[in-house]
């Protein structure tokens, strides 16, 4: 068991590019779950996937956000077209129940 | 919607001093994670609690269902307890809801 793992660990971007973030959860694990978390708040949820489903998404998920976890291993979130307001902390958490949530150490997204 | 309030925003306290973090939110939940976050943004799951009372080392978290309120106890604190603890509510969904947190400083 190696832990969720999240890349990069960070990320600086211009304005108006696209990002894209990976995270690998713990192998058995089929609930992935990507929270955003921006300085002195706690995470908010964006999206959640049960093995490649993608069955509930934030409306904070904008149309310039998109998730996948094809194969229902991996997972990826891409930003198109980034905003300043972008710019936090982007953690993923794997689970095999709810009552057993693990997460990354996160991914610190700058948008310049 | 679920609303999650924590208290104290911040908290400093010695070495070996008594702790507690409050957690309250507005509506009916299946359960309550307490999590903690270090500087970094790592975040470590120390208690999930849908009633009663658990205990992990010097930790314990309490709920009260009636009365929409949880708490997080430290005993004997220490100075590598110093870290954001993160209140989460879960209702219906698999969503999770977060407190905006307690930054706890113990000072040696």
């Known amino acids: 068991d190696t832990g969720v793992s999240q890349n990069p660990r960070h990320k600086i971007t211009k304005r108006g590019q696209n990002v894209t973030f990976r995270c690998d959860p713990i192998?058995?694990?089929?609930?992935l779950y990507w929270y955003r978390q921006t300085l002195g708040q706690g995470p908010e949820f964006l999206t959640y996937?049960?093995?490649?489903?993608?069955?509930?998404k934030s409306r904070l998920l904008s149309d310039r956000f998109s998730a996948e976890r094809p194969k229902g291993s991996f997972s990826t979130l891409e930003i198109q077209r980034t905003e300043q307001g972008d710019s936090a902390m982007y953690l993923c958490?794997?689970?095999?129940?709810?009552?057993?949530?693990?997460f990354g150490n996160g991914t610190r997204l700058t948008v310049t | 919607k679920n609303e999650v309030e924590q208290s104290p925003q911040n908290l400093t306290a010695q070495e070996g001093e008594f702790i507690t973090i409050n957690c309250s939110y507005s509506?009916?939940?299946?359960?309550l994670h307490w999590l903690q976050q270090h500087p970094g943004g790592g975040i470590v799951s120390l208690f999930m609690?849908?009633?009663g009372k658990k205990k992990h080392g010097r930790l314990i978290a309490t709920i009260n269902i009636q009365e929409k309120h949880s708490s997080l106890h430290i005993t004997a604190s220490h100075p590598r307890d110093s870290a954001v603890y993160i209140c989460?509510?879960?209702?219906?969904?698999?969503?999770?809801?977060f407190g905006k947190g307690t930054k706890l400083t113990v000072n040696p």
């Open positions: 609690l849908s009633s």
């Open positions: 996937f049960q093995n490649e489903a993608q069955l509930e």
């Open positions: 509506v009916g939940i299946s359960a």
């Open positions: 989460a509510v879960q209702g219906g969904s698999e969503k999770l809801v």
């Open positions: 958490a794997s689970s095999s129940t709810v009552r057993s949530l693990h």
């Open positions: 192998s058995e694990h089929n609930r």
